[in-house]
């Protein structure tokens, strides 16, 4: 069993390495073959699917930043939470991703991904009359 240190590790190298690269070739040895996905909307893919789907993501997006504002571990779950700047002035999306960790690859992960500068207008459906 990994550390939560290893673990966070594991996860920043995998991000690091699609940062650094622009490809997701780097990270398909960080995931455990029975890696899955998972969305809000409560699709998910595979480990193929997902490699792919990271893949094709990648082309647009050379030369976005990426600032990791916190990287936390509780046992066998990473929680990065990022914000990116898409290149060409795109706009700037606030990231949480977690990670789960088994015997020391990416087992399973979730992403929930949000532009900033609609942050406020999400926040509507709790308030009186905002139905």
């Known amino acids: 069993m990994t550390t939560e240190n290893e ?10 390495t699609l940062i650094e690269t622009g490809s997701a ?12 996905h998972h969305r809000p909307d409560s699709t998910f893919s595979t480990k ?3 490699l792919a789907a990271v893949e094709a993501a ?10 990791i504002d916190h990287l936390l ?6 929680v990065v939470h990022s914000r990116r700047r898409l290149p060409d002035a795109g706009p700037e999306i606030a990231v949480v991703d977690i990670w789960r960790i088994d015997e020391g690859l990416i087992a399973e992960g ?5 532009p900033v500068a ?9 308030e009186p009359g905002g139905h």
């Open 73 to 78: 571990a509780d046992g066998d779950h990473v």
């Open 58 to 67: 990648l082309v647009p997006l050379a030369g976005m930043r990426v600032e």
């Open 25 to 36: 070739d780097g990270i398909g040895p960080l995931l455990s073959d029975d890696f899955v």
């Open 7 to 16: 673990n966070k590790d594991i996860v920043r190298r995998a991000l690091g």
């Open 118 to 126: 609609q942050a406020a207008a999400h926040l509507t459906w709790w």
């Open 48 to 50: 193929a699917q997902w």
């Open 110 to 114: 979730w992403e929930v991904i949000e």
